[in-house]
């Protein structure tokens, strides 16, 4: 069965500092797919990267980044210099290609950027 | 133009009644899906439906009742509503399988609240 968890539950930083979002995953499949979401104080859901578990090669995407690591089945998300815009709910998620299209979410970060 | 869309946005109705909840989407995706948010921001896949067919069907009440009358329609029906129907229902929508689940991209939600 596949799992997520997302340790922290909530993480509050200063503006400008650098945060990690942490996501360990549980599967038994060799071929899975990892997702990162992102759901603001306005409540939509929000895409933010997708990976499949043949490409461990980190991302970058402005001010995101995204750490990948099969070893320890981590999908890990950083925002450097944060924003107060940053603040919201972050999920990871896991789809298992056997499961079909099914995502399994974690619990979720709340993360607040203050000024 | 809204990519996914959900009507109503927030509904509120009593116990035992039914209540309809509309999705469609516009970005020419076959495979529809409908998730549940709890007040602890849980997100828990519910259905899936692929060019009109369900695919994914979770433990969930079948006072719950999905309905595609086309691939670019899902709608959730619910009979009998009682105080734990309480949630944010999200509509999604992906692209079809081929290689592997794609992104899902997600309507605004709909709050619904039974009292």
């Known amino acids: 069965a596949q799992k997520v968890t997302q340790a922290q539950t909530e993480i509050s930083v200063v503006e400008k500092e650098d945060v990690t979002l942490d996501c360990v995953y549980e599967?038994?499949?060799?071929?899975?797919?990892l997702f990162w979401y992102k759901q603001p104080p306005s409540g939509e859901l929000v895409f933010l990267i997708r990976?499949?578990?043949?490409?461990?090669q980190n991302e970058i995407s402005g001010r995101y980044s995204w750490n990948f690591q099969k070893s320890t089945s981590s999908f890990n998300f950083t925002i450097t210099a944060s924003q107060v815009v940053d603040s919201a709910v972050y999920f990871c998620?896991?789809?298992?290609?056997?499961?079909?299209?099914?995502?399994?979410f974690g619990e979720g970060t709340q993360l607040t950027v203050n000024p | 133009d809204t990519a996914v869309s959900q009507t109503p946005k927030y509904l509120v109705t009593q116990m035992g009644n039914d209540k309809s909840i509309k999705c469609e989407q516009n970005?020419?995706?076959?495979?529809m899906y409908w998730y549940k948010q709890d007040s602890k921001k849980f997100l828990k896949i519910m259905f899936s439906?692929?060019?009109?067919?369900?695919?994914i069907n979770e433990t969930v009440p079948n006072r719950f009742s999905p309905k595609s009358p086309d691939k670019a329609h899902l709608n959730l029906h619910i009979n009998s509503l009682e105080l734990g129907d309480s949630a944010v229902y999200f509509c999604?929508?992906?692209?079809?399988?081929?290689?592997?689940?794609?992104?899902?991209?997600f309507g605004p939600g709909t709050r619904l609240t039974v009292t």
């Open positions: 999604a929508s992906s692209k079809q399988l081929t290689s592997g689940p794609y992104e899902q991209y």
């Open positions: 599967t038994r499949d060799t071929t899975y797919y």
């Open positions: 990976r499949n578990s043949f490409d461990e």
């Open positions: 998620a896991l789809s298992e290609e056997t499961s079909g299209s099914r995502l399994t």
């Open positions: 970005l020419g995706h076959d495979t």
């Open positions: 439906y692929n060019n009109k067919e369900l695919i």
